[in-house]
């Protein structure tokens, strides 16, 4: 069975590309700049006995969409049964001083392009009566942030969408599931100050900053036939940061 998860040359995606390999899936890999980075984890989900291949494209753009769906079934001879929408950017400021293009790059890439991936990858799940869509959203999509604006906004969306497919594709035998991490270290928290770091970290109970692995797991389970009867949930992994 393929998956396809976007954005997996870096962090969470990239760890969710590689669990979903060790769990028996063959995965297109999308990456938009880092290039060298997903063509060492496009080796290393071979080296594990899977079909792998890497496609550029950026995930905001309609029309790079669909032709990343076209090249994906060209190149694996089978359409997408588990669609992985983790591609996501950040551009934090306070309202007054966020331009409309850090309020457009941020939807479009968080939110839009979560869109246009399911609009590209349902029908063919209708028409198989299978299908594993499982959005990456955000626990500030539950709560809100201040200087994320933008970005809460995203993935507040994002989980109304969740939601919205679940409902709409349920009869299909597909489910839609938003998984909603916390604070987890990759390069999109790298940059935030160390006060901020600690200030986020008395804030989890389970007192540890997460991997990108602990999210894994969670877009493991729901691309996995033990999730079957669960669609149109939110799951925290957050180390028990929102508790919502
Ligand atoms: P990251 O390390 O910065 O990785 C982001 C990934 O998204 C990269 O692989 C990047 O690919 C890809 N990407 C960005 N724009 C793209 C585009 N237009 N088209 C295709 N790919 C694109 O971030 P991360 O922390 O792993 O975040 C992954 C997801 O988890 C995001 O949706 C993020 O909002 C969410 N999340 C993260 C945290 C956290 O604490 N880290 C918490 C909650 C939610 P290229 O480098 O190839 O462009």
Redesign the pocket.
Known sequence: MLALV?????????AIALELAKNNFDVAI??????E??KELCSEIKALGRKAEIFK?????YEQVAELFKKIKESFGESVSVLVN?????RDTLLMRMKPEDWQTVIN??LN?AFYCTREAIRDMAKARFGRIIN?????GLTGNAGQAN?AAS?AGIIGFTKSVAREYANRGITANAI??????????AVLKPEVKDGILNSIPLGSI?K?ED?AKAAAFFASETSSYITGQVLAVDGGMTMI
């Not at 976007?6 to 990239?14: H, P």
């Not at 494209?57 to 753009?61: E, H, I, K, L, T």
């Not at 983790?86 to 950040?90: D, F, S």
């Open positions: 976007t954005g997996a040359s870096k962090g969470i995606g990239r999308n990456f938009n700049r880092s290039e980075p997903a494209a950026d995930v905001s753009d983790n591609a996501g950017v950040t890439t968080n392009a990456i959203a955000s626990v500030v970005y993935k909603a991490p916390g604070f987890i270290e990759t390069d999109m928290t997460g990108p999210v």
